[in-house]
């Protein structure tokens, strides 16, 4: 009976996180079109159509390729690993464990990964310039990247973090998608007072503006959950809030740009 179907937990943990992307930005997009939030804003509308170089209906086929991708990788994951149906779900304090640890681990590959795409000059050139072409993020570019840049930032880290920690798939399901969240928020463009994710991690909205910005492209490659690996390498750029004279706020550096 139809009535009686439910989702299994490796059809769950393929598209989950998908549905949460979509949802969460597309809050955000009801959310910066509402005139009364305008002065949380970190750029203006103007700003987003004169120094953004892509369009939003590519930027939506790039986001949906990059998915595509996420699906077939998690098929073949969970293929590989097998079903589930009988492993019984671990203590909360060792699903708590497991979250940690997988947030760093995601966090050290990304870094990496990321860093990597700036200083290489082929792969900046024709792999993660794709993504800097959101000169001003916005929620539903978060994911916009090259297909390559997908697979090896965002699929792989996952899949290594998923491997490492021994998660189930059920708490797959929910650490991607709340690593989904994250990503989502840090490129939402909105410094909204009381955002939990604000008041949980430095890494945030505005530590990512940061770094999308021309002046900025060379620091605060950490993401998406702490800023450890900026401090360790060198690469951290502290900022401040201030409000713009035109209206809204902006991150801006404290320090020196080199």
Known sequence: MWSDWRPSEEVLGTFAPIVVYWLYSGMYHILLGLPS????????????????????????????????????????????????????????WVVAIQFVVAMVIMDGWQYACHRWMHQNKFMYKHVHSMHHRLV????????????????LLDTVGGVISFLITGMTL???????????????????????????????????????????????????????????????CGTYMPYVIQKRVEGGLEARPLKKIE
């Not at 595509?68 to 492993?87: D, I, M, P, R, W």
């Not at 001003?136 to 990247?145: E, I, M």
């Not at 990503?183 to 909105?190: N, S």
């Not at 604000?198 to 620091?219: C, P, R, S, V």
């Open 37 to 92: 939030l305008a002065k949380y804003r970190l750029h203006s509308v103007e700003d987003e159509k004169k120094k953004n170089l892509v369009t939003v209906p590519q930027v939506v086929r790039g986001v949906l390729l990059q998915q595509a991708v996420q699906v077939a990788v998690a098929f073949l994951l969970y293929t590989l690993t097998g079903s589930e149906e009988n492993v019984s779900q671990p203590a909360m």
């Open 136 to 151: 001003v993020p916005f929620a539903f570019g978060a994911l916009y990247n090259h297909p390559l840049e997908g697979l």
């Open 170 to 232: 059920k708490t797959s399901v929910f650490f991607f998608s709340f690593a989904t969240i994250k990503t989502v928020d840090d490129h939402c463009g909105l410094w909204l007072p009381g955002n939990p994710l604000h008041m949980l991690f430095w890494n945030n909205t505005a530590y990512h503006d940061i770094h999308h910005q021309l002046h900025g492209t060379k620091y605060n490659f950490s993401q998406p959950f702490f800023i450890s690996w900026d401090k360790i």
